[in-house]
């Protein structure tokens, strides 16, 4: 696995909906938030047994994405979120709420903005299902604007109803997940063990910054399975963490309240415990991110580029967490060699949502909103997620890439360099 640089960010996304949600949670002091446990729990009711084991979802630009079902009648494929802490879905298309013949008994704003574009309807009492697992009396909120997440993959998000009532193995390799009723996993089989704790219900873990010719420094990273990189660091708790001046700048993610831009720079290592990643890839938002940071409070992210890496296993009921190493654990963390921040399309096409200044993109005459829809004469539709990664990140490999550009098709060549 190697990061190829997406532009969708669901934490940020969803979680500014979330807090809109939770007044509550969004008034307590930082102690407080840091100090909370687990949210509380849905209920799991399994077809047989205590698990539900294989049930399949698929990476797409380093998001995760499940297929639910909706009151037994309407599948929708929706991402998998950990910081999206709160029971139920979250759905982006409105015609689904139509299909559904939900009752809405309320309306929540997404983003804390008040046009009508951004707010949500709410239906409660809905039951949520998986293979081999379903959740029922969960909150179902419908955003009334479609238009507004046209170009996003997902139909919605989920992420509570899931771990907070299940202990949940996330296997990468296999592409799968697997749930358990809390106390009937062994542990010991699980990998290492890491305490948790949460702020505003989002997993928080310890981990250590090395970088040469300064001492260790320990951070704590909220673990977002709906981050599409492999880390970010943010000033607070006191550390100023702050990437080097001539770090190349580009847009990161995307929010309800608009674009997400900052820095990428390295790490020389992070460590997890007792697993050390080196040369690690490392994002500093520096615009369009300070609401969510000054509520969660942490000082970054661990993302899902870093957690492919392991076999990753949440026991919010124990607050604990266990990583264990998997094949791509030493694989390098690449950014896209062309330079290129892109984000994939329903119809398989690819847009660029930035291009970093002198890259070979940009020295190719690439632009911002352009689709690339084939590389090397192969459309891009027909290329899986995992060899759109491996085509980006070879160093000196030539490539040819038919752009469509105003109702015209260009094709522009250029040379892969590495920029981070």
């Not at 990273?221 to 001046?245: K, R």
């Amino acid at each position: 696995m190697r990061l190829l640089c997406k532009g969708r960010n669901f934490c940020n996304t969803f979680f500014l909906c979330l807090l809109s949600l939770s007044t509550a949670l969004s008034c307590q002091s930082r102690a407080s938030r840091e100090a909370a446990g687990p949210p509380p729990s849905s209920e799991a009711h399994f077809e047989t047994g205590t698990s539900a084991r294989n049930v399949p979802f698929r990476i797409v630009d380093n998001n995760m994405y499940l297929t639910i079902e909706v009151n037994d009648s309407v599948e929708v494929e929706v991402a998998f979120d950990s910081g999206f802490p709160s029971n139920g879905v979250l759905i982006i298309d409105p015609a689904i709420g139509e299909r559904l013949g939900l009752q809405y008994v309320g309306q929540a704003p997404l983003g804390g903005a008040g046009d009508e574009s951004s707010v949500a309807d709410v239906a409660q009492g809905a039951t949520i299902t998986l293979p081999g697992v379903s959740f029922e009396n969960q909150l179902i909120l419908v955003a009334r604007n479609a238009q507004r997440y046209e170009k996003w993959l997902a139909r919605g998000i989920i992420g509570g109803t899931i771990l907070n009532s299940c202990v949940v193995e996330i296997d990468h390799e296999k592409s799968v997940l697997n749930l358990y009723k809390s106390n009937s996993l062994e542990a010991s089989a699980s990998g290492e063990a890491f305490d948790v704790a949460f702020s505003q219900g989002i997993p928080v873990i310890k981990a250590t910054l090395e970088q040469k010719g300064k001492a260790p420094v320990q951070v704590k990273l909220l673990v977002d399975t709906g981050a599409d990189l492999p880390f970010s660091l943010h000033s607070n708790h006191g550390l100023e963490l702050l990437p080097p001046q001539n770090a190349p700048k580009s847009y990161i993610s995307e929010g309800i309240k608009g674009e997400v831009r900052g820095q990428w720079s390295r790490i020389d290592a992070i460590h997890l415990g007792s697993f050390k990643m080196e040369n690690c890839l490392v994002a500093y938002p520096t615009e369009g991110f300070d609401d969510v940071v000054a509520a969660l409070g942490q000082n970054g992210f661990l993302g899902l580029a870093a957690q492919r890496r392991f076999t990753v296993t949440f026991d919010y009921l124990h607050s604990r967490m266990y990583l264990k190493p998997n094949a791509s654990f030493g694989i390098p963390f690449e950014f896209n060699m062309a330079g290129l921040v892109l984000r994939t399309l329903r119809d398989g096409s690819m847009e660029v949502a930035d291009v970093l200044t002198g890259s070979p993109g940009s020295a190719a005459g690439i632009r911002k909103s352009d689709r690339i829809v084939a590389i090397d004469g192969r459309n891009t539709s027909s290329i899986f997620s995992e060899d759109m990664e491996r085509i980006f990140t070879r160093e000196n490999q030539s490539l040819i890439m038919s752009i469509e550009r105003d109702g015209r098709t260009i094709d522009v060549k250029l040379i892969l360099k590495r920029m981070i």
